[in-house]
């Protein structure tokens, strides 16, 4: 069952310019993850977030949770050509199942 | 980066064959999951094992079936396969008490 939404379904932006993306899900959750994927390749993680955390920073990237919302965002900071990718959330509960949305496409023009 | 593998990259067969898809991990995990995904789309979870001698069934029915071993090894079978197999098939792992899975390259699979 689909647990991460992730909105929008794609995003087409300018180098140099911020990148959001949102993610929704349903049930209560332990943590949400960020992945992100380049074309025909597997995914590779990028920052974890944990229920009782409201904001994490990784370089360009700061996510946020609002656990009353059910909500996550992922902000992209000065986006590169290198940023072009699929973004995906996923949420898990604790039975150590991640549970992945369908994703943000993200082209970013130099 | 990560050190899961996956064999092979790519394959193409006919209708009927029985294959099967390869993933091996280096980092000493016990959990690892077998995905399916189709382009531009969510990944959905076909198998996962959570140690050797541990497999489970996900939320879709793929006709196939797992085995584990190994801790390192967790092949991927499809007894016949079928055109609407036809997908990229993700294997992935968890260290220990992590939530983090670390992912292979993925095989892109293709039923004719």
């Known amino acids: 069952s689909q647990q991460g939404e992730e909105d929008p379904q794609a995003l087409s932006i300018q180098e140099g310019e911020n990148a959001t993306m949102n993610c929704s899900y349903k049930?209560?959750?332990?943590?949400l993850q960020w992945y992100r994927q380049n074309s025909g390749r597997g995914l590779v993680h990028l920052i974890l977030?944990?229920?009782?955390?409201r904001e994490k920073h990784s370089g360009r990237l700061r996510v946020t949770l609002d656990t009353s919302k059910k909500s996550s965002s992922l902000l992209i900071t000065a986006s590169r050509a290198a940023d072009t990718a699929s973004y995906f959330c996923?949420?898990?509960?604790?039975?150590?199942?991640?549970?992945f949305g369908r994703g943000t496409s993200l082209i970013v023009h130099p | 980066e990560a050190d899961i593998y996956q064999t092979p990259r790519y394959l193409v067969i006919g209708t009927g064959k029985k294959i099967t898809l390869e993933c091996s991990q280096t980092?000493?995990?016990?959990?690892m999951y077998w995905y399916q995904q189709d382009p531009g789309m969510e990944l959905h979870l076909i198998h996962y094992?959570?140690?050797?001698?541990?497999?489970e069934k996900g939320d879709l029915s793929s006709e196939s079936t797992v085995s584990r071993i190994r801790t390192e090894h967790f092949p991927l079978t499809l007894e016949s396969a079928r055109p609407s197999h036809t997908s990229q098939y993700l294997c992935?792992?968890?260290?220990?008490?992590?939530?983090?899975?670390?992912f292979g390259p993925g095989t892109r699979l293709t039923v004719l």
């Open positions: 996923a949420t898990e509960g604790g039975s150590y199942i991640p549970t």
């Open positions: 049930t209560s959750i332990n943590n």
């Open positions: 977030i944990r229920s009782n955390e």
């Open positions: 980092m000493g995990h016990d959990k």
């Open positions: 094992s959570y140690g050797v001698n541990s497999t």
């Open positions: 992935a792992s968890i260290e220990g008490r992590g939530t983090t899975q670390f």
